[in-house]
């Protein structure tokens, strides 16, 4: 095996692993810190607050987000590139969910970019944060935003996107990394992975449907 090609298998396999781990793991915990705002708009502020208070907050957001979002994105749009995705040949069901997760993965690239933009650097809520200042209202701020419909839709793609990218590249990290060995394994975890991404996808939207109509998508049905 030549340096290249050595080189190539383990910047792959970093790849995939800085997407399970911790990006992954990351827009659980991100779907989650905005699913409380479903318990209302005091429950959401008060997590936003304590998020934000957390010690060394820049360090773990360089370390274990800001760093591995980087090399994850830009070996992503280098396999993108170099891909030859054949689907309209062969038509396989593979071929087309690789070709599927590359779009993701650029939509993903320009909706983390808008996000981060949006939320963490154009926001008043980290600014505040910084100057001490936690009375200000978190919910209220991204309420706003998701009420204009446009950026309400643009999240929700936003959300299948990461969803699909994430539940899919989880199923080809169990093929890849020798976890999912044989047809029936893979078919079975194939499944899998797939409710997971139907659940979050629903978990997701019911989060961001929260801060336009209180209680999210399923309030209605549970009083």
């Known amino acids: 095996m030549s340096i290249q090609i050595k080189r190539h298998f383990v910047l792959r396999k970093l790849h995939q692993l800085t997407g399970i781990i911790p ?3 990351f827009m659980m915990e991100h779907f989650y810190s905005n699913w409380v705002a479903t318990h209302g708009r005091e429950d959401f502020n008060k997590g936003v607050e304590w998020l934000h208070g957390m010690p060394y907050l820049l360090v773990l957001e360089f370390g274990f987000i800001f760093i591995p979002l980087l090399y994850h994105s830009i070996y992503g749009l280098i396999i993108t590139y170099e891909g030859r995705p054949n ?3 062969y038509g396989y069901a593979r071929n087309w ?3 599927i997760q590359r779009i993701t993965g650029i939509i993903l690239f ?5 996000h981060i933009y949006e939320f963490r ?3 008043d809520i980290p600014k505040a944060m910084a100057d001490m200042k936690p009375s200000i209202d978190s919910f209220q701020i991204v309420s706003d935003r998701l009420k204009i419909g ?3 839709a643009w999240y929700v793609v936003g959300i299948g996107s990461v969803v ?3 539940a899919n590249g989880l ?3 169990l093929i890849d990394w020798g976890i999912a060995i044989g047809p029936k394994a893979q078919r079975a975890l194939g499944y899998v992975c797939l409710f997971i991404g139907i659940g979050l996808f629903i978990f997701g939207l019911d989060a961001a449907a929260a801060f336009v109509r209180p209680g999210g998508l399923f309030a209605p049905f549970l009083r």
């Open 150 to 152: 446009i950026e309400f």
């Open 121 to 123: 650097i154009s926001s």
């Open 23 to 25: 990006l992954g793991l």
């Open 110 to 114: 320009v909706f983390i970019a808008w």
């Open 97 to 99: 969910m690789y070709t």
């Open 164 to 166: 699909f990218h994430l």
């Open 171 to 173: 199923w080809l990290f």
């Open 87 to 89: 689907n309209y040949a």
